[in-house]
Every structure is written in C-alpha cells, then in structure tokens.
C-alpha cells in the first residue's frame, strides 16, 4: 500500500500512501526516519478506518447505521473530531456541518452519479442534515444521531486532526524537519534541513494541482486549504463544486473560490477553513481573527485576495493576475 525511499544525508526518507480517501505524502529528514514513518502510516490507516465514511466496519458508519435507534460508543480519537467538528458547526452557526452527508450523497460530487438533484430531493434531504441532531454522550463516549437516514460525515476536519497525530509521531521519534501533504492539507514541522522557514505553495485556485499563485514562509505550521477545485463537475457552464451550503442545498456560492488557513494546529485549520469558504468573504475572515489561533487568505471569483491582519511578510505571490 505505501513504499519509501532511503535516503542520504539532504535527502528525505518519503513515503506515498492512500488513506483517507486521497494520495498522502509524506518527507521526513534526519535520523529515525523509517520509524517514524512507519509508524505515521500504521496511524494514519488507524485514523481511516475509524472515520472513513465509506468503510462498512468504520465507526462513523456505525454511528450512520443505528441513526434513530442508539447510541454507539467510539474510540477516544472518534470522539474528540466529532466534539471538535461540532464546536467549529457552533463558531460558524451550521455553516460548518458534519451532518451533511445525506446532501453529499445526493449531490454524488466525485462520483459516477455525480448530477443536479431535483429540487424536491433537495428539499427532503435538507430536513435530515442537522448538526444538532448528533448527540453526545460524554460519559459513556457514545454518538447517536436523531433520527433514521441522518448521516455524519467528518471528511472536512479528519485530514487535519491525522495530520496532527502524524506530526505528533515524528516528533516523539526525534524528527526535527518534515512536510506532511495529507492530500494538499499540509503540516511543516520545524524549518528545511538548511535552517531556513518552509516555503508551503498555495494552489491556483483557477488551474491544476501543483500550480500555485502564492507561498507562505512557515515553520510548526499548518496550510489548509478549501478550493471550489477539488472535486467538482460542471453543467452549462457553472460549476458544482463539493463543499456545500446547508441553508440552500447547492454547493457554496457566495464569491469565494479559495480560503486557506495558517495555524498551529491543522485540525483548527481544516475546521476553519471550510468554515470561512461556506461564511463569505467578511463573515470568514471575521471569524478567523476571532479565533485568534489562525491567519487567513481567501481568494474571490474576480482573482482578488484577501487577508487577516498578520499575513503579511509570511505571503508572497508569485502570480500576479491575483491581487489585493
Ligand atoms: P474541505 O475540503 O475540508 O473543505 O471539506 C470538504 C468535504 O467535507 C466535502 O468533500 C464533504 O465530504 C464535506 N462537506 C461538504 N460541505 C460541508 C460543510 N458545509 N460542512 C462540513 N463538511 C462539508
Ligand atoms: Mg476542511
């Protein structure tokens, strides 16, 4: 499932892995290499088969298949992205939602039935997608949802809470200097093996993977972003992108193609920035500097950029068809 190079004294130990429904990669440099990373994968197969929406044996599909009936228990990781996806739905009064599922599944963005949905099944489904209606059972660890057909879905905050466990790994193995690119959600520990901040490119929101209008100089950072360019399909010329809006149904529109996050912790970053994508322009950034843990850059449809107050000198662009 995975392989790793060896490597020389500049030259990083890597390993390439699926998991959590993407291509991680992942680059350490230094001694404890191969550990570290073997252990960084067993970790992240762990986190997967815990919070995969698609695994039968996964245990949000547990939670998914007793909806309406009882409460499951879940491990202490499970738990813990759940509370926290639940905290940033609160932050962002739904914008953010870990109940959308039965949406997604319509939609079917990504896959082989991927179309525009009738508006009268929009209309059912948007009566099952509640945040509310996910229960917690804090003493006994357990996760109900309300009512039958209701469906959890973590895949907008589990990337940033592995990519947290991962760093956690390398650390405790000695690693002083890696890159964690769980699919685009990016970790940097520490600085470049030659002692200068990491230079973390930020997607071009308007072309393809790996070309990138700007960099942020980073060091024990994370660099998350959502894009309306991940996985979506396009019919009469609009496109219908995969983060959706709860309120109206259809995937988010509201002028942003673009919101990544720098922070210290990326499960904040992954959170908060599908938050900020859904929440708008104004909305989004006031949040982010509300929270006083993150730095911002959201992109708008016209290619202008827009930034929370302590981004600048970290973010360059080298793209210049994209402007403040
Ligand atoms: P991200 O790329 O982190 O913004 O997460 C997007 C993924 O989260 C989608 O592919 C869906 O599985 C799910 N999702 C879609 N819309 C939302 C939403 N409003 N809140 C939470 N998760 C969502
Ligand atoms: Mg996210």
Redesign the pocket.
């Known amino acids: 499932m995975f392989f790793m190079k060896r490597a020389k004294k500049t030259i990083p130990f890597e390993m390439n892995l699926y998991a959590l429904g993407t291509v991680n990669q992942i680059k350490v440099y230094g001694k404890n290499g191969e550990k570290a990373l073997d252990e960084a994968s067993k970790r992240l197969y762990e986190i997967d088969n815990k919070m995969s929406?698609f695994k039968d044996y996964s245990e949000i599909s547990k939670i998914n298949k007793s909806a309406g009936k009882s409460f499951e228990k879940v491990s202490e990781d499970t738990y813990y992205v759940i509370k926290k996806?639940i905290e940033y739905?609160n932050l962002s009064e739904g914008?953010?939602?870990?109940a959308?599922?039965p949406?997604?599944n319509l939609w079917g963005?990504?896959t082989d039935h991927q179309e525009i949905p009738k508006d009268s099944d929009i209309k059912n489904t948007l009566k099952l997608i509640n945040y509310k209606d996910i229960l917690l059972d804090d003493k006994n660890r357990s996760v109900m949802l309300k009512v039958t057909g209701q469906c959890v879905?973590l895949?907008?905050?589990a990337?940033?809470y592995a990519a947290d466990q991962v760093k956690k790994i390398l650390k405790k193995n000695g690693i002083k200097s890696a890159i964690i690119d769980l699919g685009g959600?990016i970790y940097a520990l520490g600085n470049k093996p030659d002692g200068a901040p990491w230079r973390v490119g930020i997607q071009n929101p308007l072309t393809f993977r790996g070309d990138y209008m700007g960099t942020v100089n980073v060091t024990d950072k994370s660099v998350?972003?959502?894009?309306n360019y991940?996985?979506y399909f396009i019919k009469d010329g609009r496109r219908f992108h995969?983060?959706?809006?709860?309120r109206t149904g259809y995937p988010?529109q509201n002028g942003i193609i673009s919101a990544t996050i720098i922070s210290d912790y990326s499960i904040d970053g992954?959170g908060l920035?599908?938050?900020a994508?859904?929440m708008g322009l104004e909305e989004g950034i006031k949040l982010v500097e509300s929270t006083d843990r993150a730095e911002g850059i959201m992109i708008t449809e016209d290619n202008k950029l827009h930034v929370t107050s302590g981004i600048k000198g970290t973010f360059e662009i080298i793209n210049h068809e994209f402007k403040y």
């Open positions: 929406a996806a739905s914008a953010f939602n870990p959308v599922r949406l997604v963005i990504g879905d895949g907008a905050i990337k940033g959600n998350v972003t959502s894009g991940e996985r995969h983060i959706l809006d709860s988010s992954d920035s599908t938050c994508y859904v």
